[in-house]
């Protein structure tokens, strides 16, 4: 049990690097999530700010000194995390990575898994993708058709993976490809790969979003040469290796380095914003049925809060396990998603101009996070799917 003293010794340790170490607005736009990153500028400076981080002893914490850790307890990472939320300081953009290919490596990885591969996690050295989803299967993943066909001492790759975050800055992908189609039950003929990207035949094609931004690709593989070695478990044990990933990528099991995924935005943001707004000849906050918005809006914050902190205590979690992060992601992505609709609302007829507009509110970053909030609304399971999840598996109800 690691005592009160020892936790604020160490927050106040943290506060203060992130004080002194915050970087200056490098006076370009910088993503909002992970899921945005679009040029060599901003992931050069994101790729710094990471290794800095790391460096200084707060990324990873958790994780094994062999592999680049500290072998600490996760007490200390989520310290980190919190301070790195309070002093607004830039996200650790490698997500895929810190977040779920490495616990999964980390947990079931060979040792030489582990060895190669955990410590550029962390770094920031080398940027990790997913190609899962395909053009024609995401929700309906166990039919996915991206095909390796053994040849040799490697796979051969052909098909299409698609809204691969990252995926033309990475060096791996995780990726899910059919080695057997014949298999009479789908989930059997998938295998999983820690695959190398810079494979002849592999290509990306970046895909601009509603945002203008990028930050996703298309992923092509023309007969792309994969070393069987990259396979992580047997053959036809894809399936249950992806569903143990999307349980990282979903929070229900716990492994991530830590490090912010996303810019937060709270209620008290929102307010800030609409200080000096007037409607209809008044303050914007004096009117009564914006305030009963913006009190919604803190309730489920403040319960999304007590969840996260619920979801720390054993005795409180244990019932039914992960069920706490199931309905975590599905509750903090669309109660995002409202209060920054709510934002754009309240903005009026000023709501409709973008970022590079003259005379937008804020340089349009409301407009900007609304339009950005259906990102983890979708991406890891959209909302209905995991209604679905927990339906089932934490509700118990039929199919
Ligand atoms: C910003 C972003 C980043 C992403 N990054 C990655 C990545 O790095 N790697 C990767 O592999 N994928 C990534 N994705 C893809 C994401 O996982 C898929 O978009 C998601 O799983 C949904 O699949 P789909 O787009 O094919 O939609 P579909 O599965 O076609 O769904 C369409 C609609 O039908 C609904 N629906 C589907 N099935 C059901 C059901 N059984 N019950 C109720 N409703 C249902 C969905 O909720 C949705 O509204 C990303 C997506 C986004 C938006």
């Not at 997913?130 to 390796?148: C, I, N």
């Not at 569903?243 to 937060?264: D, I, N, P, S």
């Not at 609302?345 to 950005?372: E, I, K, M, S, T």
Request: hydrophobic share 40%.
């Amino acid at each position: 049990m690691i005592g009160n003293t020892e936790k604020q010794e160490f927050r106040a340790q943290v506060s203060a690097w992130m004080s002194e170490n915050k970087p200056a607005d490098p006076g370009f736009l910088l993503p909002q999530s992970f899921m945005e990153v679009g040029s060599e500028q901003q992931l050069e400076f994101l790729r710094e700010w990471q290794h800095k981080v790391w460096s200084a002893g707060y990324l990873g914490i958790a994780w094994p000194r062999a592999y680049g850790g500290q072998g600490l307890d996760p007490v200390f990472q989520s310290i980190a995390d919190q301070e790195m939320r309070r002093h607004g300081v830039p996200i650790c953009f490698n997500v895929i990575g810190l977040g779920w290919a490495g616990p999964l490596i980390n947990d079931i990885g060979s040792e030489a898994d582990k060895s190669r591969y955990l410590k550029g996690i962390l770094s920031g050295e080398d940027i990790w993708c997913q190609g899962f989803s395909e053009p024609d299967h995401g929700s309906d993943l166990v039919s996915v058709q991206t095909r390796a066909e053994r040849d040799g001492d490697s796979y051969r790759v052909n098909g299409t993976k698609i809204w691969t975050t990252l995926g033309n800055f990475a060096r791996y992908m995780i990726l899910l490809a059919r080695t057997d189609p014949a298999a009479p039950r789908k989930y059997d003929g998938l295998s999983f790969f820690l695959a190398p990207m810079q494979s002849e035949g592999i290509e990306t094609r970046p895909i601009r979003k509603l945002t203008g931004e990028y930050g996703f690709t298309e992923t092509f593989f023309t007969d792309a040469q994969i070393p069987a070695s990259c396979r992580m478990g047997e053959e036809g044990e894809g399936w249950r290796i992806a569903m143990r990933t999307l349980m990282y990528e979903r929070a229900a099991e716990a492994g991530a380095a830590g490090g912010l995924a996303f810019v937060r935005v709270v209620v008290d943001d929102l307010v800030d914003s609409l200080r000096e707004r007037q409607r209809d000849g008044a303050p914007v906050l004096e009117d009564p049925l914006v305030r009963d918005a913006l009190v919604q809006r803190i309730i489920e914050e403040k319960a999304i809060l007590l969840g996260e902190r619920r979801a720390r205590i054993e005795a409180l979690a244990s019932d039914y396990p992960g069920s706490l992060a199931l309905t975590h992601k599905l509750r903090f992505t669309e109660s995002t998603r409202r209060l920054r609709q709510l934002a754009v609302a309240l903005l009026g007829a000023d709501g409709g101009l973008y970022v590079d507009d003259p005379g937008v509110p804020v340089g349009g970053f409301w407009q900007r996070a609304y339009l950005n909030s259906f990102a983890a609304t979708i991406g890891g399971g959209t909302s209905q799917v995991q209604a679905n999840i927990i339906a089932e598996q934490v509700l118990g109800l039929p199919r």
